[in-house]
């Protein structure tokens, strides 16, 4: 079993920056892609941004193309720990984000919540506009 913890919310003006981390405990050792959703207040959980196994390859949703950036130790590292970079932030960021695992990185799925098999609890990010 492997959880993803996520840490780095919190308030923010609009046009600021936060930086997410996310980090997974438990059974390391091999590393996965992972990736970022979020809720906002009242709406569907959506896919933010995601990682391969190696880093080599990134997604995002384009409402956040050239504005947030996912990246992660390097690929020497068995560690699976991912940063998301949010810059520029708009009150519409405001949501709780989720960090997820997928271990099986199933190709062309990566943007899809059923790829994934483990999900943090979330952590609020709020903008005020």
């Known amino acids: 079993q492997v959880q993803p913890v996520e840490s780095g919310g919190g308030l923010v003006q609009a046009g600021g920056s936060l930086r997410l981390s996310c980090a997974a405990s438990g059974r390391t050792g091999t590393r996965y892609a992972m990736g970022w959703f979020r809720q906002p207040p009242g709406k569907e959980r959506e896919f933010v941004a995601a990682i391969n196994w190696s880093g080599d390859n990134t997604y995002y949703a384009d409402s956040v193309k050239g504005r947030f950036t996912l990246s992660r130790d390097d690929a020497r590292s068995a560690d699976n720990t991912v940063y998301l970079q949010m810059n520029s932030l708009k009150p519409e960021d405001t949501a709780v984000y989720y960090c997820?695992?997928?271990?099986?990185?199933?190709?062309?799925?990566?943007?899809?919540?059923?790829?994934?098999?483990?999900w943090g609890q979330g952590t609020q990010v709020t903008v005020s506009s």
């Open positions: 997820a695992i997928s271990q099986f990185e199933p190709s062309g799925s990566m943007t899809r919540a059923v790829a994934y098999d483990y």
